[in-house]
């Protein structure tokens, strides 16, 4: 499965970015999709999470501030990020796997895309 991330970018503080995320196929591989990210000198961390079935994981930081969602007809998983912060800033990965347990254990990546928040 390959990934393509798009949808990064510049912005100040309390602006907007939707980030999107293509998956080559669709199957087992691509059940969970979700968004990483990782920030200077920092370990990469979940950002978000979605089951094919719609069921979603955050992490504590973003929630109330960013959704995932995704279109399954198109292989795709969103992350709409609202009121961002300068510590959003990062590069964004999106990550597939079998379950939501197992986003960040598999092999399956993007390349990553870069979100700056600017004070």
């Known amino acids: 499965v390959q990934l393509v991330e798009s949808g990064g970018g510049l912005v100040q503080a309390g602006g907007s970015l939707k980030l999107a995320c293509a998956a080559s196929?669709?199957?087992?591989?691509?059940?969970?999709m979700g968004w990483y990210r990782q920030a200077p000198g920092k370990q990469r961390e979940l950002v978000a999470g979605?089951?094919?079935?719609?069921?979603?994981k955050y992490t504590d930081s973003i929630k109330g501030r960013f959704t995932v969602s995704r279109d399954n007809a198109k292989n795709t998983v969103y992350l709409q990020m609202n009121s961002l912060k300068p510590e959003d800033t990062a590069v964004y990965y999106c990550?597939?796997?079998?379950?939501?347990?197992?986003?960040?254990?598999?092999?399956?990546w993007g390349q990553g895309t870069q979100v700056t928040v600017s004070s």
């Open positions: 990550n597939s796997a079998l379950t939501l347990s197992m986003l960040g254990q598999s092999n399956y």
């Open positions: 979605i089951t094919r079935g719609g069921d979603t």
């Open positions: 196929r669709n199957g087992f591989s691509t059940n969970a």
